[in-house]
């Protein structure tokens, strides 16, 4: 059984409608309505956790904070549609994905089963070579390929798609992409950024496949869409 | 003993006269009686140059007993004494004027009295008079207003030809036409006006008239070749010839000097004229300060430094002006320590060739002005300067009243304007809610069948996505005026912004069909993308919502010389052109079925106009309405070699 989820939410009407869709979706759900119950309950060791971030007493980045400190569950925040800074803060924390206030239930359920197979999934990112959709790339080779096609990139795209492939289903803010393939990055270094990845797209999104694996968070970061024919990338 | 909140403001006038030093200590004792503020002022004039040194001397003393007495030292520039004075007096705002007793009005024509001149000009200012009684000590002082005149060639060459031409002249009748000698006479009197008219001075007139009696007497009048004169007439006609040469060369003097006088004013007047006007066009202060130094650019023609300051005589802002007006964003350490003496000293500083001017308002200095090379402008220049500068520090210190006064009156519109907000608020929220209680309400207690239940649910829905458009209207306004529309603005891609707009649209409420042309995928704006999401979200709700008959909604973004212009269209029915006139303010709403603050597009103007650009609405072709807005453009250049790092 790897289908428990801890609600963290002090609202009980929207605590309720969740509960309702994900029991009805066949999961099974353990309720916090506040930090503390939150940390309690992270014990349980659930396989996922939804998380707002306004809770009552304690600040939901300390929450997150603390969960890192010794498990790897998934963490999906819930805040409110200006406050990116909060959710910036929140997936540098550690958590893997946001939802927007007020959100789309569907939406809910698709990003939970993308977090729950990524998590499953952990191991088989060390393999060398990585695959999505028609997207292909060998970590060995260094070579990239969409709908066997070779696609030629530059190196700060290579180093950002590989950065995104490795982190398939999970927002990357800026900050973390910039720190990563930039050495000594800059704030400013931010719309530098939005260049690269809108170029990198722009090759990797050709007409013949039509899948697209790069999300944009505005304002927060992007994501690598895990494609499936499932649910079709989300 | 200066200090800001002394009302008091003396002004003591100072000159190079012996009885000057009494006049300068009346002053002082006077103002440290009443405890006022005194400013020791100097009117530098033509003749300045040509004071002897005792003068020279006498006024330097006067100068330095001021200044130790801790007063201003000012110095303006220009001939009319009494204008100079007055002119200062009104834009320092001064109080009482201490003057010595001048000893004018020995000329010809008695000139008013310095103090008349000056009460003609400022009715209102306390005027004291210290009496000089002793005349002998004046004596230095007595030449002083004498006109000077170079002796020119020309006009001396010009008087002995008319002289010349009136004595021909004078054969000619006696020889040839046997007229009576007295005839002559005339023909003198008409060269000397002639000459008297164009000449410069008097002095030709009167040579000239002399010259022309003694040629007169010597060649026509009995005995000839003489200057003896034998019939009385005759004297009595050379008198008068004399006595109308000095008449006429002195008035015609005097009436060029006033023509002299006339244009130079008239050109003072046009200059302060023009910077008024320009200044009286700015919107800002920072607009205001723009075209002054462009003025003041003008009249001197060489590079200047302008400093606004802030209350507190920080600087706010400093320029170079020379061809060009550049802002200044560091100062050397050198500068900043003399601005701060100016500060503290509060006179005018001279440093090499230049001086740091500062510019007096009724609070204290507001800004200060250097000019590296004040020595190279001419008196006229630096007159005209002085009262440039006043007019200036009276249009700083009107702005700021100004920033102040609009504060305030914003303040009063936003507190109106939330009162309004209240008002609309409580009503429109109260309908969907009455929608959404009553929905649920009906379907607890009632069994109904389940499409009913699916009807009333969607209504449901409906309504909390009003509800939930209209709330996040409501928190960005309350956010912009929360931060003083403090915007974060960044780089941000187009497609971007509108990719992330579109997911914040509820489509699947709507027939209407949604195309996004294809953009430039590189095209960026700088703007603070959750205020730019709102307004396209705004728009295209407006356009899902408003345009009823409509099937087809349409956004596209393209780039227009350094903006990027945005476009939602629809094929509805249009806007009528006097509602078009009102979609932007605040809470007027078109569709009276339909509930709406009429926050949307009220918002969507605050934004984009927040972000320096336009928003319009018009006709689109062949129906339906376009809203058009447009956002400043960047460029984001990258160079991989070097920020990569492998």
């Given amino acids: 059984m790897n289908n428990s989820i801890l609600i963290v939410e002090d609202d009980i009407s929207i605590t309720k409608f969740i509960q309702a869709t994900l029991e009805a979706n066949s999961y099974q759900c353990i309720m916090a309505y506040s930090g503390e119950e939150a940390l309690n309950y992270t014990l349980t060791k659930p396989n996922l956790i939804i998380l707002d971030l306004g809770l009552p007493d304690i600040d939901g980045i300390d929450i997150i904070k603390k969960i890192r400190l010794w498990s790897k569950c998934p963490i999906i925040v819930v805040s409110a549609r200006w406050e990116y800074l909060e959710k910036i803060e929140a997936l540098d924390a550690g958590a893997d994905d946001y939802m927007t206030k007020p959100f789309n239930i569907d939406e809910l359920m698709a990003r939970i089963r993308v977090a729950l197979r990524r998590n499953n999934n952990d191991i088989t990112l060390n393999d060398p070579i990585f695959t999505n959709g028609n997207l292909k790339i060998d970590y060995n080779a260094g070579t990239v390929e969409v709908g066997n096609e070779e696609i030629h990139l530059t190196p700060i795209e290579y180093k950002v798609l590989i950065l995104l492939s490795k982190n398939v289903g999970k927002v990357l803010t800026h900050r973390t992409i910039l720190k990563e393939v930039w050495v000594n990055y800059l704030e400013s270094d931010i719309p530098s950024l939005r260049v690269f990845v809108a170029t990198l797209r722009k ?28 649910d079709n990338g989300e | 003993m200066l200090s800001d909140d002394i009302k008091e403001h003396i002004l003591v006038c100072l000159n190079s006269a012996p009885s000057n030093e009494k006049v300068v200590r009346s002053a002082i004792k006077l103002a440290n009686k009443k405890n006022a503020r005194l400013t020791a002022l100097y009117v530098e004039t033509q003749y300045t140059d040509k004071l002897d040194k005792v003068s020279k001397k006498l006024l330097n003393n006067n100068v330095k007993i001021a200044e130790e007495a801790g007063a201003n030292i000012v110095t303006t520039y220009g001939d009319d004494i009494a204008y100079q004075i007055s002119e200062y007096a009104k834009v320092s705002y001064i109080t009482t004027i201490i003057i010595g007793h001048t000893n004018e009005g020995r000329y010809l024509k ?14 209102d200012v306390e005027i004291y008079i210290i009496p000089n009684k002793s005349v002998t000590e004046s004596k230095s002082y007595k030449s002083y207003p004498k006109h000077h005149y170079k002796i020119n060639k020309k006009d001396i060459l010009f008087t002995l030809l008319i002289i010349l031409i009136c004595t021909l002249s004078g054969f000619i009748i006696e020889k040839l036409l046997n007229f009576n000698e007295v005839n002559i006479v005339f023909f003198y009197i008409l060269g000397v006006l002639l000459i008297s008219t164009q000449t410069n001075g008097k002095i030709y007139g009167i040579v000239g008239s002399i010259f022309g009696a003694l040629i007169y007497t010597f060649l026509f009048s009995e005995p000839k070749n003489s200057f003896q004169i034998a019939k009385i007439d005759n004297t009595i006609t050379l008198i008068i010839m004399l006595i109308v040469a000095i008449v006429t060369s002195t008035l015609t003097t005097q009436v060029k000097l006033q023509a002299n006088k006339a244009v130079t004013n008239s050109y003072r007047t046009s200059i302060l004229f023009e910077l008024n006007q320009a200044i009286n066009l700015a919107n800002n202060l920072e607009d205001m300060i723009h075209v002054a130094q462009k003025q003041i650019y003008k009249l001197i023609q060489t590079s200047f430094k302008f400093y606004l300051l802030n209350d507190n005589g920080s600087i706010l802002l400093a320029y170079l002006c020379n061809d060009s007006i550049n802002k200044l964003n560091y100062f050397e350490i050198n500068e900043n320590n003399q601005i701060n003496q100016v500060l503290e000293s509060k006179v005018k500083l001279d440093i090499n060739n230049g001086s740091f001017i500062p510019l007096y308002s009724e609070k204290g200095i507001v800004s200060i002005i250097y000019i590296s090379e004040i020595n190279n402008l001419d008196r006229e220049q630096k007159s005209l300067l002085t009262a440039m500068i006043n ?11 100004n920033e102040a006064k609009n504060q305030a009156l914003i303040q009063f519109e936003n507190e109106r304007y939330r009162l309004n907000m209240f008002r609309a608020l409580s009503h429109d929220l109260r309908t969907p809610l009455t929608g959404i209680t009553g929905s649920a309400k009906s379907i607890l207690s009632n069994k109904f069948t389940e499409n009913t239940v699916n009807d009333l649910v969607s209504e449901i829905y409906d309504d909390s996505i009003w509800l939930t ?7 960005f306004l309350s956010k912009l005026e929360n931060e003083k529309i403090v915007i974060n603005k960044e780089p941000q891609l187009v497609d971007e912004i509108i990719d992330e707009a579109l997911k914040h649209i509820h489509k699947q409420d709507t027939n209407k069909e949604l195309y996004v042309d294809k953009i430039d995928n590189l095209l960026m704006v700088n703007a603070d993308v959750q205020l730019i999401v709102q307004v396209i979200i705004n728009l295209v709700n407006n356009a899902i919502y408003h345009s009823n008959s409509g099937k087809k909604i349409c956004i596209s973004a393209s780039s227009i010389q350094d903006f990027v212009l945005f476009s939602i269209s629809d094929d509805g029915d249009g806007i009528s052109d006097e509602n078009k006139q009102h979609m932007f303010e605040m809470f007027f709403s078109l569709d009276k079925k339909r509930r709406g603050l009429g926050l949307g597009l009220a918002l969507c103007k605050m934004i984009v106009e927040a972000h320096n650009g336009t928003i319009i609405t018009e006709d689109n072709i062949p129906k339906g309405t376009v809203f ?5 453009r960047v460029e984001v250049t990258i160079n991989e070699q070097l920020d990569f790092n492998s």
Avoid: C, W
């Avoid at chain 2, 458009?469 to 928190?475: A, G, T």
């Fill in chain 2, 391 to 401: 007019q200036v520090a009276i249009a700083v210190e009107r702005f700021k009243l």
């Fill in chain 2, 628 to 632: 058009k807005f447009t956002i400043p």
């Fill in chain 1, 203 to 230: 090759k990797l999104e050709i007409e013949s496949v039509k899948e697209k694996y790069i999300e944009t968070h505005i304002g927060v970061g992007y994501k690598m869409v895990k494609i499936t024919n499932a």
């Fill in chain 2, 469 to 475: 458009n209209m709330v996040e209207n409501l928190l």
């Fill in chain 2, 110 to 123: 008695r000139p008013k009295r310095l103090v008349d001149k000056i009460l003609n000009y400022l009715p």
